[in-house]
């Protein structure tokens, strides 16, 4: 006689996460109904337009470096490499669906009828995951002072650089660290699959990651620049913040891209630097930049699949040739 069902933790945790994302996508609902939008009715819409064209056709450039990491991983597990840079793009956009899983199932799939094992697909994501939020992290230490202050102009300048120090000085260690022949046996050991990725892979892939993070951030902060009065010297912060605010997002399981929680990371931690009503309009207008260039860079992806013989057709033609 069975007296209860066992305990899911999986299950609950994603409903948690779920749970958090309907909360932080709540939090920024009310925070929209109630913005001061007067304070920002001096933007031009014409130009708000074209900041988010080019804003989001960088989104999709950068998210080529996510691309090349991927196939870098696959390579280094000996997977073939030959179409995966297209799945991975055109899979991208399907983690806005519910459960945030949504583009790796179906890249997986895609992936192994290109030939790629479940266990290297397995290894390489694994890889990803962990290599992505570790690069997250570091590039967020460049936010790491302000968060402490009331407001960014009581901040010392010498803090700022020195937090600009500890990032670049943490990516190069995590970097490094990668590489580091004392560091492998451990990785190995804790990821079995993985004891064929070379350190000079990893290192490879890493730095990628953190470029990544630095560019997305740089975008944030242009539409910052150009159309919310930031400085400057604020910078360091929102580029940190992108990627705290990425880092939280993806976290939090369930949530669909960070959906919620994202926004409401840089809202509260931009709010004081910006003002509420800016913060609020670059959390959106990121959002709205990020969803528009996975869209661009799968559009881009459906183009060169078009163009391009897949694996199996070329196989066809070639048994057809006399």
Same mark, same amino acid.
């Given at each position: 006689?069975?007296?209860?069902?066992?305990? *899911?933790?999986?299950?609950?945790?994603?409903?948690?996460?779920?749970?958090?994302? $309907?909360?932080?996508?709540?939090?920024?609902?009310?925070?929209?109904?109630?913005? *001061?939008?007067?304070?920002?009715?001096?933007?031009?819409?014409?130009?708000?337009?074209?900041?988010?064209?080019? $804003?989001?056709?960088?989104?999709?450039?950068?998210?080529?470096?996510?691309?090349?990491?991927?196939?870098?991983?696959?390579?280094?597990?000996?997977?073939?490499?030959?179409?995966?840079?297209?799945?991975?793009?055109?899979?991208?956009?399907?983690?806005?669906?519910?459960?945030?899983?949504?583009?790796?199932?179906?890249?997986?799939?895609?992936?192994?009828?290109?030939?790629?094992?479940?266990?290297?697909?397995?290894?390489?994501?694994?890889?990803?995951?962990?290599?992505?939020?570790?690069?997250?992290?570091?590039?967020? $230490?460049?936010?790491?002072?302000?968060?402490?202050?009331?407001? %960014?102009?009581?901040?010392?300048?010498?803090?700022?650089?020195?937090?600009?120090?500890?990032?670049?000085?943490?990516?190069?260690?995590?970097?490094?660290?990668?590489?580091?022949?004392?560091?492998?046996?451990?990785?190995?050991?804790?990821?079995?699959?993985?004891?064929?990725?070379?350190? $000079?892979?990893?290192?490879?892939?890493?730095?990628?990651?953190?470029?990544? %993070?630095?560019?997305?951030?740089?975008?944030?902060?242009?539409?910052?620049?150009?159309?919310?009065?930031?400085?400057?010297?604020?910078?360091?912060?929102?580029?940190?913040?992108?990627?705290?605010?990425?880092?939280?997002?993806?976290?939090?399981?369930?949530?669909?891209?960070?959906?919620?929680?994202?926004?409401?990371?840089?809202?509260?931690?931009?709010?004081?630097?910006?003002?509420?009503?800016?913060?609020?309009?670059?959390?959106?207008?990121?959002?709205?930049?990020?969803?528009?260039? *996975?869209?661009?860079?799968?559009?881009?992806?459906?183009?060169?699949?078009?163009?391009?013989?897949?694996?199996?057709?070329?196989?066809?033609?070639?048994?057809?040739?006399?």
């Amino acid at each position: 006689m069975t007296i209860g069902r066992r305990f *899911d933790g999986k299950s609950l945790l994603k409903r948690g996460g779920l749970a958090i994302a $309907a909360a932080t996508c709540a939090y920024f609902a009310y925070a929209l109904a109630r913005a *001061d939008w007067a304070a920002l009715a001096g933007l031009n819409v014409t130009v708000v337009v074209l900041a988010l064209a080019v $804003a989001a056709s960088a989104y999709a450039a950068v998210s080529l470096l996510l691309v090349w990491a991927w196939k870098a991983l696959l390579a280094g597990l000996g997977a073939p490499g030959a179409g995966q840079g297209r799945v991975y793009a055109a899979t991208q956009a399907f983690k806005y669906l519910p459960g945030n899983v949504g583009h790796i199932v179906l890249r997986h799939t895609a992936a192994k009828g290109l030939g790629a094992s479940h266990a290297a697909l397995g290894a390489a994501a694994a890889l990803e995951l962990a290599l992505v939020a570790v690069a997250a992290a570091c590039v967020g $230490a460049l936010a790491g002072p302000v968060l402490f202050a009331a407001a %960014f102009e009581r901040v010392p300048a010498w803090t700022l650089l020195a937090c600009a120090a500890g990032a670049v000085l943490a990516a190069g260690l995590f970097i490094g660290a990668l590489g580091h022949t004392h560091l492998q046996p451990h990785l190995t050991r804790l990821l079995a699959p993985l004891a064929t990725v070379q350190a $000079a892979t990893l290192m490879r892939a890493g730095a990628v990651y953190v470029l990544f %993070f630095i560019l997305c951030g740089v975008i944030q902060f242009a539409l910052a620049i150009t159309l919310l009065g930031a400085t400057w010297a604020q910078a360091p912060f929102i580029i940190g913040v992108a990627a705290l605010a990425w880092l939280a997002g993806f976290l939090t399981p369930g949530a669909p891209a960070g959906l919620g929680v994202r926004e409401a990371v840089l809202l509260v931690a931009l709010g004081p630097a910006l003002g509420p009503t800016a913060a609020l309009a670059l959390a959106a207008l990121y959002r709205l930049t990020t969803v528009a260039g *996975d869209l661009l860079l799968a559009a881009l992806a459906a183009v060169t699949s078009r163009s391009t013989p897949t694996i199996a057709h070329q196989a066809s033609l070639e048994t057809q040739a006399p």
